[in-house]
């Protein structure tokens, strides 16, 4: 059977990673991606499929989607975001304007083409979690202004679901990383910086604690999520290795790179209202059968020979930033 997919911020790191995924795990599926191309948005990250029968891009902000070109999709998959906290906290706009303003109008364009909906969301919404695990039911306490346009957002789903009888599930997944990742995430500018010979800056004392997920575990976890997930539901999706620090993150990675840690960690002053742990219950999707095969480590190996490998893709990035 041919499903339509809109998936939106297809050309992001964890988007580009689903079509992948989908296209490979689907040939009869019709993918549509609708990218706006901001700064982290990548065409290079789609390069092998670009030609894919099944695939077709359209250039266009999720806010215009009401001039849509195509028919209307069976599902629309949303990854389109503004994601990086520290962006938000030199200024919202962005964020409230696509997170928020560019959902509405996603729901809208759902309800009206009665269209199945999939938000993408982030453990973040839940805030700090200094003890236990936070699940499904948990308050929302966002801390910064990129986690409250997620948070908003998740409560929109929710609203349009009860007032207008939207099918929607709700993803909320811990910190991804993997290939294609933008290089101001704190995994890949690491990963770049020491091949660069550059010192690796951590937040504080790096004592903050964060759970890891692949992003190949994610976009499983998606798909398993999209085919037998309940409507009207939320699932937090994490990996089952224990929490890390960041200074122990990056103190493996400069390990594992034959590098001496002492030297390349470099400590800057903290983020303003940095929360110091995030954790999540994920029973609720185990129960259906999601399981990570592979530890972090292994993950963290895959994912620094995918940089090694790959300086065509994250040079140019860096490159670009640093003319700024």
Not at 181 to 206: D, F, M, R, S
Request: hydrophobic share 35%; net charge negative; aromatic share 14%.
């Amino acid at each position: 059977m041919s499903v339509k997919l809109l998936i939106t911020g297809g050309c992001g790191f964890i988007g580009s990673n689903f079509i992948r995924h989908i296209l490979k795990s689907y040939p009869t599926y019709k993918v549509y991606n609708l990218d706006k191309l901001t700064y982290s948005g990548n065409p290079d990250n789609l390069k092998d499929i670009e030609n894919n029968p099944n695939y077709i891009f359209i250039k266009m902000d999720i806010c215009d989607i009401q001039d849509f070109p195509l028919d209307p999709p069976d599902w629309i998959v949303n990854f389109a975001a503004e994601s990086h906290v520290d962006r938000s906290i030199r200024d919202s706009s962005p964020f409230i304007k696509s997170n928020y303003l560019g959902v509405q109008k996603l729901l809208d364009y759902a309800v009206q083409h009665d269209c199945k909906f999939f938000q993408i969301s982030t453990d973040e919404v839940y805030g700090e979690v200094l003890d236990g695990f936070a699940d499904e039911n948990s308050l929302l306490k966002p801390s910064s202004p990129y986690s409250a346009s997620k948070a908003g957002a998740d409560l929109l789903v929710q609203a349009y679901g009860r007032t207008y009888g939207l099918k929607y599930i709700i993803s909320r997944s811990t910190n991804n990383f993997g290939p294609y990742q933008y290089p101001e995430k704190l995994i890949p500018l690491a990963i770049t910086n020491l091949l660069e010979n550059k010192k690796v800056p951590i937040y504080g004392k790096g004592d903050q604690i964060r759970n890891w997920i692949f992003v190949e575990d994610n976009c499983k976890a998606i798909d398993l999520l999209l085919h037998e997930g309940k409507f009207g539901e939320i699932y937090n999706i994490g990996s089952l290795y224990d929490d890390v620090t960041n200074y122990e993150l990056i103190k493996f990675i400069i390990e594992n790179m034959a590098l001496d840690y002492e030297y390349f960690i470099e400590f800057v002053p903290d983020r303003p209202g940095h929360d110091r742990r995030y954790a999540v219950d994920c029973k609720k999707i185990t129960e259906l059968g999601f399981e990570i095969k592979d530890n972090l480590e292994t993950n963290l190996n895959k994912t620094i020979n995918w940089y090694i490998n790959n300086e065509w893709w994250w040079k140019k990035l860096k490159l670009r930033e640093d003319d700024k």
